[in-house]
C-alpha cells in the first residue's frame, strides 16, 4: 500500500497522523532525505515557516530531496506548509516553488484573532469548515492552479497538479475530504506513475 510521509521537523504534524488513522493511510514521519526515499507522497505541516525552513536547510540534503520530490509526488502543505511549497513569500524567503502562487504570511490575523469559518469548495460533499491561524493569504496564481475552495472571495484551497496547499487546517477538524484526496492521488501514481502531471 500507499505510505505518506509527514514532514515532522517542526509544527503541527501529530494531528496529521491522527487524521491518516482516521481514513486508515500508511504513514511515515520524514526527518531526513532518506525517508523521503520511502513514502509516496507528502504532507508539509503547519507550524512556524521561517523555522521549518531553518530546519529543512540544516538536515544534510533534505532541501534537495525535498526539491525533487515535490515536483515527482502528491502533496499536501497547510498553513506554513503551503508557504514552504508556494513559489514566492511576502515578506521575502526561499521556498520550494511547486505551487505557482504568491502567498502574504501572517494575512488572517494574530494568533488570538485566528478564526473558523466555512468554505465553498468544488470538492463533493458541500461547504468545508476552515481553521485560520495566523494563516498565509493566496494573493495571486497562475493559470494552472485550480481553485478548489474559496473564503470571502480568496482561494483558501488549490490544487497544481498533483501538489496541493491550503491556508488553513483540515487535519484539526473532522472533515477528511483532503487527506482522502491526497492518499487517492498517491494511489493513482503507484498504479501507473507516468500518468497524470
Ligand atoms: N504564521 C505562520 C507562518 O508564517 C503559519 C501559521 C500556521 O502554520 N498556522 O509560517
Known amino acids: 500500500p500507499v505510505v505518506i510521509g509527514i514532514l515532522a521537523l517542526q509544527g503541527a504534524y501529530e494531528a496529521h497522523v491522527r487524521m491518516l488513522d482516521v481514513i486508515g493511510?500508511?504513514?511515515?514521519?520524514?526527518?531526513?532525505a532518506a525517508d523521503l526515499q520511502t513514502v509516496d507522497g507528502l504532507i508539509v505541516p503547519g507550524g512556524e515557516s521561517t523555522t521549518m525552513l531553518h530546519q529543512l536547510q540544516q538536515e544534510e540534503g533534505l532541501w534537495q530531496a525535498l526539491l525533487a520530490f515535490v515536483h515527482q509526488y502528491p502533496c499536501l502543505g497547510t498553513c506554513a506548509g503551503l508557504i514552504v511549497l508556494a513559489q514566492q513569500v511576502q515578506p521575502p524567503q526561499a521556498s520550494l516553488g511547486a505551487l505557482q502562487v504568491r502567498v502574504?504570511?501572517?494575512?488572517?490575523?494574530?494568533?488570538?484573532?485566528s478564526r473558523v469559518t466555512t468554505a465553498s469548495t468544488a470538492l463533493a460533499g458541500g461547504p468545508i469548515e476552515?481553521?485560520?491561524?495566523?494563516?498565509?493569504?493566496?494573493?495571486?496564481?497562475?493559470?494552472?492552479?485550480?481553485?478548489?475552495?474559496q473564503c470571502d472571495g480568496d482561494p483558501v484551497l488549490v490544487q497544481q497538479g498533483r501538489v496541493m496547499g491550503c491556508s488553513f487546517h483540515p487535519e484539526l477538524g473532522k472533515d477528511t475530504r483532503i487527506h482522502t484526496r491526497l492518499l487517492q492521488a498517491c494511489e493513482a501514481v503507484k498504479m501507473s506513475p507516468a500518468s497524470g502531471s
Do not use: C, S
Not at 104 to 113: D, F, I, L, P, S
Open 130 to 149: 476552515v481553521v485560520l491561524i495566523r494563516a498565509p493569504r493566496i494573493v495571486a496564481w497562475g493559470a494552472d492552479v485550480q481553485i478548489l475552495a
Open 25 to 32: 493511510a500508511k504513514h511515515r514521519l520524514v526527518r531526513t
Open 104 to 113: 502574504q504570511r501572517n494575512a488572517y490575523g494574530r494568533q488570538r484573532e
